[in-house]
């Protein structure tokens, strides 16, 4: 537990602590760049690691991405690499292009994450620090539900994972966005409140709006902590059955031409769970596409239901059964 300085405010403390555990296992001597939106999430963020990097003996810096979708996101953008650079920050600002693909919210988050990828290489930068919150995360797992994804969307957010080669570290999810405001105002900060963050086309503005307040009303408090314990369950859940895929599967994949085959006899010894994630690690590991969980189950037919149906077309590939084998090859 933190010993806190008399007159620390208890929000800036919360948020200091996530960080300076976050940095903990980073070598001294390494930078890390915040994803500054200049929201409140992130300016918490920035400030608690202007504090904490070089007490650990790392430099840090900030990028804010300027998606150029409304009018005013280059002044904000502006405002909040000063408002970085005041507090010890290293300040860039990349401007960028939003396609269309997936739709807006996705299209949006691609363009960022691959702006703060380069901006990463371009300082050297030992990790990618994004100010993702508690909420977030019930916030992501609402949506899952919704959408009826299967573990790997329940999951939520991990605390660490990898974008485009570089650590991404997320501090914040343990801490309630009501915490980063309030740190914020602690500190004097301003944040910007994006338009887009109260605009109800989005479902992610819905569930934050509307979902989540009802839940809290006629079920009681703690849905949003509850949500968040249930993605880290299912992280860990996940973790387990990735370990047994990596046992099982050398011994049972083959390479084919044009693709990769593995033994039916040996994913039918297999429980139903960790069958259907082998078939979709390979599918993702060869081919680079994910399936539905409805694709899943008619490939996983050729192994319990096999009666001499024909192959399967799939996302970039194609899957059949040869004799004791599935076969997927390239489409």
């Not at 994803?35 to 810096?61: H, V, Y």
């Not at 904000?76 to 600002?93: C, F, K």
Request: hydrophobic share 45%; aromatic share 2%.
């Amino acid at each position: 537990m933190e010993e806190r300085r008399p007159g620390l405010d208890p929000a800036v403390a919360e948020v200091r602590l996530a960080v300076r555990r976050a940095l903990a296992d980073l070598e001294p001597g390494g930078t890390v760049l915040v994803a500054l939106s200049g929201g409140a999430d992130s300016l918490a963020l920035a400030a608690a690691t202007a504090f904490e990097a070089p007490k650990l003996g790392l430099r840090a810096a900030s990028l804010t991405v300027d998606h150029g979708l409304q009018d005013g996101s280059t002044d904000a953008a502006a405002a909040a690499a000063t408002t970085s650079e005041a507090l010890g920050l290293e300040a860039r600002v990349e401007r960028v292009e939003v396609g269309a693909a997936g739709g807006p919210e996705a299209a949006a988050r691609e363009a960022r994450y691959r702006a703060l990828a380069d901006g990463a290489r371009a300082i050297g930068a030992a990790a990618i620090l994004t100010g993702h919150t508690l909420d977030d995360q019930a916030e992501t797992v609402l949506l899952g539900l919704a959408r009826g994804a299967g573990a790997t969307s329940l999951q939520g957010m991990a605390e660490a994972s990898v974008v485009a080669g570089i650590p991404l570290l997320r501090p914040l999810l343990g801490v309630r966005r009501d915490t980063t405001r309030a740190a914020c105002a602690a500190e004097a900060l301003e944040p910007w409140d994006d338009p887009h963050n109260a605009d109800p086309r989005f479902a992610r503005v819905r569930v934050r709006a509307t979902v989540l307040p009802v839940l809290e009303s006629e079920l009681g408090p703690g849905i949003a902590e509850a949500l968040a314990r249930t993605a880290a369950q299912l992280r860990e859940d996940a973790e387990a059955f990735d370990e047994m895929i990596d046992e099982t599967i050398e011994d049972i994949v083959e390479h084919a031409e044009a693709g990769i085959s593995v033994s039916a006899a040996a994913l039918a010894a297999n429980p139903a769970a960790l069958r259907n994630r082998i078939i979709r690690h390979v599918v993702a590991s060869e081919f680079h596409e994910s399936l539905t969980r409805t694709q899943t189950l008619e490939v996983a037919r050729l192994v319990t239901d096999w009666s001499g149906q024909g192959p399967i077309d799939l996302p970039g590939c194609r899957a059949r059964r040869v004799g004791g084998r599935v076969e997927f090859t390239a489409r």
